[in-house]
């Protein structure tokens, strides 16, 4: 397996603030779990993710299906930057890469920029792969019934 190219750690030293356009988006586990409706507990504040993904999301490779023209197909995906990165921490897994650097944590061992690929995030079920459906069809009032319950972002 080829090793990326991680001698800097840039995402260590750095700091979310600091890092370029291409380290941000290298930065992304690429896991889906962002892609997932979220439903918020109004007594505690907590969320919740449900198996219900966007509509653009590939629900095997976990990637955007139009990437590039997401937030104009989409207009409720929220495209995460180093401006907003602040109010989405509370709802992002605490296995996300940007979770994480934000709170001064490394990189889980099956990053892909520290594992070389996605197969270990696959391999461990740390990713949506093969585990949600779109949500297109259901019932906003519906989605309670499809909260997860092993999404415990570690």
């Known amino acids: 397996m080829t090793q990326p190219n991680t001698e800097s750690k840039f995402w260590w030293r750095q700091g979310l603030d600091a890092l370029n356009s291409d380290q941000w988006e290298q930065l992304c586990d690429g896991c889906g779990l962002c892609c997932l409706h979220?439903?918020?507990?109004?007594?505690?504040?907590?969320?919740?993710?449900?198996?219900?993904?966007?509509?653009?999301?590939?629900?095997?490779?976990?990637?955007?299906?139009?990437?590039?023209?997401?937030?104009?197909?989409?207009?409720?995906?929220?495209?995460?930057?180093?401006?907003?990165?602040?109010?989405?921490?509370?709802?992002?897994?605490?296995?996300?890469?940007?979770?994480?650097?934000?709170?001064?944590?490394?990189l889980p061992r099956w990053h892909h920029l520290r594992a070389g690929g996605k197969a270990l995030m696959h391999k461990h079920g740390l990713s949506v792969s093969g585990k949600v459906q779109h949500a297109a069809g259901i019932d906003e009032d519906d989605y309670q019934e499809y909260v997860l319950q092993w999404v415990d972002g570690e």
């Open 38 to 106: 979220k439903l918020e507990d109004e007594e505690t504040g907590e969320y919740h993710y449900t198996s219900l993904a966007c509509d653009l999301l590939n629900t095997t490779s976990c990637e955007c299906g139009d990437y590039e023209n997401r937030t104009e197909r989409v207009p409720e995906c929220l495209k995460l930057t180093q401006q907003n990165y602040h109010q989405a921490l509370p709802w992002l897994p605490n296995s996300c890469a940007y979770k994480r650097v934000a709170q001064g944590l490394d």
